[in-house]
């Protein structure tokens, strides 16, 4: 174990060239990465000492990110622009810094303050008419029963209190998102924001899009040739901590 001295806090966002690795996988790369950059990490206790670093939540497979947040404990101190230049010389492909700042090393833990995460995702097979009938009816609504599956078991829960807000938007008004549209043409931007919480649970952008394709008038009585909707373009916009947007 080596004493960490100093903590950066780090943004940074994934793009498409890694918008397919796991959690670990991303894990290993950033720990390869502090190592070609000289950057000295502390290490933890333990018969197996590992780089203290800690990020914030693991993103879903094959979702690009823009503000993912992780703490960095290092064994030496370094200037915020020793720290940037360090990092340049290692980034990890399809990674990219987006903020930099230095954390107190008293501070609380930084997964249990996350709050919220913003999503967007582009809907196939759907007009914005009909989503925004269905957003109505998702908020509106006074519970939202979905299920999970967990390792060999069925889960029952509540989807409406992880559901902060919801609102359908044109395409040009979702960066970067130029589908190619469905051969019916139609296609709708969906933004929202769901609690991220290990106490309350964390609500996940594909549930959402679920339950609002089941909220469609007349989804009932459709023939199950229809097309259901697709989910392309998804991006975690940002994570939320409590001391940037305090949710009761």
């Not at 793009?15 to 950057?39: C, M, P, Q, Y």
């Not at 206790?45 to 939540?57: I, K, L, Y």
């Not at 993912?68 to 064994?75: H, K, S």
């Not at 269905?134 to 979905?146: D, E, K, Q, S, W």
Request: hydrophobic share 45%; proline share 7%.
């Amino acid at each position: 174990m080596s004493e960490s001295l100093q903590r950066w806090r780090l943004a940074f966002a994934r793009d498409d060239e890694a918008r397919f690795l796991s959690h670990l996988d991303a894990v290993k790369l950033w720990e390869r990465a502090f190592r070609r950059g000289s950057i000295p990490v502390a290490t933890s206790e333990g018969f197996s000492p590992r780089p203290r670093v800690v990020f914030a939540a693991p993103l879903p497979l094959g979702m690009l990110a823009e503000h993912e947040l992780a703490d960095i404990f290092l064994a030496e101190r370094l200037t915020a622009h020793d720290m940037r230049a360090r990092l340049a010389a290692g980034m990890p492909r399809g990674y990219r810094v987006v903020d930099l700042h230095d954390e107190w090393l008293g501070a609380p833990a930084l997964a249990p303050q996350l709050v919220a995460a913003d999503y967007r995702v582009v809907l196939l097979e759907i007009g914005r008419a009909a989503a925004d009938d269905g957003i109505r009816t998702l908020l509106a609504a006074a519970r939202l029963p979905r299920e999970k599956r967990r390792e060999d078991k069925v889960v029952a829960y509540d989807l409406r209190p992880l559901l902060i807000d919801l609102r359908a938007t044109d395409l040009e008004a979702a960066p970067g998102a130029e589908p190619a549209l469905s051969p019916g043409g139609r296609a709708v931007g969906l933004w929202m924001r769901l609690r991220h919480s290990q106490d309350e649970g964390s609500g996940r952008a594909e549930e959402v899009v679920a339950a609002l394709a089941d909220a469609l008038p007349g989804r009932a009585a459709a023939s199950s040739a229809e097309p259901s909707i697709e989910i392309v373009h998804p991006v975690r916009e940002r994570l939320w901590l409590h001391a940037e947007l305090p949710i009761p």
